[in-house]
């Protein structure tokens, strides 16, 4: 049968993406300066393989062949998503693959020095040749797909999604935050500060003893060390890094829970599925909304901090204590301290979406062209100032050049953490209507009615069906940005 | 012209390759067990790929056109290289390829449980399956290269090495070791105990220190841990890991320093010719006397410990220290201890030869007929027997069984063990005779000009030419056992 030849065709695909991602995965967490010229080439030449796999006659005549078949739901999800990826792959010239992934890893060796020294004339010449040939790869998966270019681009990261959902939602999110911000601001309650430090070990420990409280799988996963926290590998081998800061163990701990929460969708896909299209995960933007549930909408609210505070004083202090700054009361206070500030990695989740809709306002006027390369730093800073009141004028270095996505030809990626962020709200605030007791479950440390009502619900329903959907029926309603500003005015607002 | 055509087809079978050594080491350092499945389908996947680029009609057409082309040295090695993997390639079935990969995998799964329970009928059928499997694999080896078929297996390890080399060199040291054993542990002396015992972090903070004192480039490559020291990765990350055990920091000690010699031949290989098949490495026994150069003539001689002492105090003391156990000759007692055991990775050098000598009598004689799977244990014991005066009746555990080689069809591979000390005695006594002062600079902690006669003379000669030509061109002499031997006698007797 061809859907059977054409599912063994891309278990091998799915064995070259294992390779790449752990040689992905190992690039960041463990090899030397000097492995990265043969680790790049490795890479590349996988990637080319699988991109030749997956673009090749025989991969769309027996996806057509397959069809005609007896499949079930799966297997019919499982062929369109090839059909897809095999349409993707043969809009794509090899040369501008090639000429793309050139450009983008210059302009990115070019950038990692200039960002520091805050020289943008280094790097707008770069970045001119990546988005051009970041519009080419546009226009031509925009010809193949019958689309908007820019929702080629988003569909290469959240597949599916367009511009028209976005925009309203976005729309609503700028309108309402600014002042949100101001009046969360007003009422804020500065936290005591734990001035204490802690070594690496200690956090660890600690990370690991919460990774494991709320399901993570350490037979099939681990925790690592690399520059930027991340969640790689595999489903069955799932590795998360984070980054240890000494003077600040929060910062640690909520990036742990975070990848935790990536961690946890990975590892929770269809067993059935692995290394097929329709086992995989189901776009970025619900990627992150995995991410986000499990960091924002639980481990950062007051239910969970009265949980872990006992776990936290005992794993870093050695026994439990009594002083002030280390009661839960005062550590939700630390986790949801709002700032201004001009970085977005470094924001927090009140600020965060403007932070985004900055970016998403700018790359979609850079694609149609409508705004050019030397605009950005001044539409950078008028931004700033109206959304977060923040000056960034001859300021790259915290402003338009902070990113690394568009020095590596990442556009239509941005939406992707608000719509994250977003999503998980509209999910959450599901989970405790439906699910009797969830709060007081959190609150006694107890994660299980929660993580199988993800995996049911999500994380073992991989790609049968667009995300956006699978949302609306999850949910019961589209995906809109209610449940979130709700939220945000729940926990902002009236903690107050 | 095709010799360029054939190089930049070896570059992307270099970049599979690289792709290959990653995933290796990642799986005994790093992996979690649930990624095992998952991993051994990856990794097939790659080296049939592999399999496939190096046996296709293509490359014997390049390589055959290549070699009328105007070549140098290098190239023409290169060529005939890959002439001889493209054969080799083509004389295995592919159906014969997956059944002893299969059957070998298998096999192990049987024995790793089954050693710890003595239970040797568990393992002989499975074995019975390993052994025919093998043999089909040296008989089609032996036809297409036209040797014998035992041969066409130590090829595998070594390439070049025959049979008839390794027979006499055994021979002497078979009739030498004994008596010689004899006498050593008549005139050893005891050495004090070093009953201290050392956490991970310190022991490893040491371990790095001689690591980069003797010459490994922390920017091209690092130490891990696994559960058997080994080094893996490629010259440009190249992986040495060891294991630690709290109560004898000699052991790990000792174990990185070998790993290191291995380590420094790796990342000597001549950066010209990376991922072809004349920039590797030049077969196991020479890689292996790379390794026990390192270990046994230099880190476990008198020398070499007068420097490591202090260093030793300072790194797991905090501070140097009069005490008698920790002062050089104490030290060098310790690491040059003889005693008889059972097991072959325990064995001190002198010792090691006999377990390695019996086992390639075995091997050779199952591998012509002359030997069954049922006739091992007793052939085992009566070795053992006469050889160390050891009885290894009914120990299964600690006989036949304790080595995995077997059990997935390494048949071939014992000898480079022992021809690596050999060839390693035989390199350094050269070394002391041509480089003035060697001895006072590795007394001083200088290791320079011992790393860069070994760059000029071995490391970075790739495969230019065969393993035991570059040995005799290098020493002036074919190998013998000559040098080996008088290190011995030196070693263990005139000390005494």
């Not at 739901?73 to 095999?86: F, G, H, K, M, P």
């Not at 707008?124 to 010809?143: G, H, I, W």
Request: charged share 25%; aromatic share 8%.
């Amino acid at each position: 049968m061809s859907y059977e030849e054409l599912q063994s065709r891309f278990k091998r695909i799915g064995d070259l993406n294992h390779a790449l991602a752990m040689l992905s995965w190992d690039e960041a967490a463990m090899m030397p300066t000097g492995g990265g010229a043969i680790r790049a080439e490795s890479m590349a030449t996988l990637s080319g393989l699988v991109h030749d796999l997956v673009g090749a006659d025989e991969t769309g005549e027996l996806a057509e062949a397959a069809l005609a078949e007896d499949l079930d739901d799966w297997q019919t999800a499982n062929v369109e998503l090839i059909q897809r990826d095999w349409q993707k792959a043969r809009a794509l010239p090899r040369d501008l693959v090639v000429a793309l992934s050139t450009a983008a890893t210059s302009c990115q060796q070019v950038w990692r020095p200039a960002r520091p020294e805050n020289d943008w004339a280094a790097v707008s010449n770069p970045l001119e040749t990546v988005l051009a040939l970041t519009r080419d790869k546009a226009q031509a998966l925009a010809d193949a797909l019958g689309c908007d270019p820019y929702d080629a681009l988003l569909d290469g990261y959240q597949p599916g999604l367009t511009k028209a959902q976005v925009d309203p939602l976005f729309a609503q999110l700028r309108d309402v935050l600014p002042a949100l911000i101001d009046k969360a601001l007003d009422q804020q309650d500065e936290p005591l500060p734990i001035t204490d430090s802690f070594g690496v070990q200690r956090q660890e420990a600690l990370g690991k003893t919460l990774m494991a409280k709320v399901g993570f799988d350490f037979e099939r996963g681990l925790l690592g060390v690399s520059h930027h926290p991340f969640c790689g590998g595999e489903p069955d081998d799932t590795r998360i890094t984070t980054r240890y800061n000494e003077a600040d163990f929060l910062e640690s701990l909520f990036a742990v829970l975070h990848e935790t929460g990536h961690a946890l969708y990975q590892q929770g896909l269809p067993k059935a599925w692995r290394g097929q299209p329709v086992g995989d995960a189901n776009g970025m933007a619900l990627h992150e909304s995995q991410s986000l549930l499990m960091e924002m909408q639980v481990c950062r609210g007051a239910g969970f901090l009265d949980f872990a505070a006992p776990v936290v004083q005992q794993s870093l202090l050695g026994a439990p204590t009594d002083a002030p700054e280390w009661q839960p009361d005062n550590l939700l206070k630390l986790a949801k301290r709002v700032r201004r500030g001009y970085i977005r990695v470094d924001s927090d989740e009140l600020t965060y979406p403007l932070h985004v809709i900055l970016r998403y306002e700018l790359e979609t006027a850079l694609l149609d062209g409508s705004l050019t390369i030397a605009d950005i730093p001044d539409a950078w800073h008028d931004k700033m100032s109206r959304y977060l009141g923040l000056s960034t004028a001859g300021n790259f270095r915290d402003g338009c050049m902070q990113d690394t996505h568009w020095f590596m030809g990442l556009i239509g990626y941005f939406p992707c953490y608000t719509l994250g962020a977003v999503i998980a709200a509209q999910l959450f605030a599901t989970i405790r209507e439906r699910v009797v007791g969830i709060d007081e479950a959190i609150r006694h440390g107890e994660f299980d009615v929660l993580v199988d009502w993800l995996r049911a619900n999500i994380h073992g329903r991989g790609r049968l069906m667009p995300a956006m959907d699978l949302i609306a029926e999850v949910t019961g309603e589209p995906l809109g940005s209610d449940a979130f500003l709700d939220h945000l005015k729940a926990r902002y607002l009236d903690a107050a």
